[in-house]
């Protein structure tokens, strides 16, 4: 079983910027892919950012391309979702999964969710 906790969500204003961060742990971090998804209230929940198992390829939502990076670092377990220039359409409750292999831009893909963290962005 491997466990991840997000933090770092809050009330920001618009065109404001937050750092999620994701901590992993009951496995080998090296081994998954991660992804960012994120839900809105209402809505399904869609996919946001994916880095591969050594942080050499990303992936981004057009709708966020730009504006979010994703990274990692192996050695302290840990993937980050950096977001600059927020807009109020990004608020939603932001997950951080895990995938055992490849990159997917598929929530059904992902074998591990975090518990969400809440990010909301004020006009």
């Known amino acids: 079983q491997v466990q991840l906790v997000e933090s770092g969500g809050g009330l920001v204003q618009a065109a404001g910027s937050l750092r999620l961060s994701c901590a992993a742990s009951?496995?080998?971090?090296?081994?998954?892919?991660m992804g960012w998804f994120r839900q809105a209230s209402g809505t399904a929940r869609e996919f946001v950012a994916t880095?591969?198992?050594?942080?050499?390829?990303?992936y981004y939502a057009d709708s966020v391309k730009g504006r979010f990076t994703i990274s990692r670092d192996n050695a302290k377990n840990t993937v980050w979702l950096q977001m600059n220039n927020l807009k109020p359409e990004d608020t939603a409750v932001y997950y951080c999964?895990?995938?055992?292999?490849?990159?997917?831009?598929?929530?059904?893909?992902?074998?591990?969710w975090g518990q969400g963290t809440q990010v909301t962005v004020s006009s």
């Open positions: 999964a895990a995938e055992y292999g490849t990159t997917s831009r598929s929530p059904g893909e992902y074998d591990y």
């Open positions: 009951g496995g080998t971090f090296s081994a998954y892919s």
């Open positions: 880095i591969s198992r050594k942080g050499l390829n990303t």
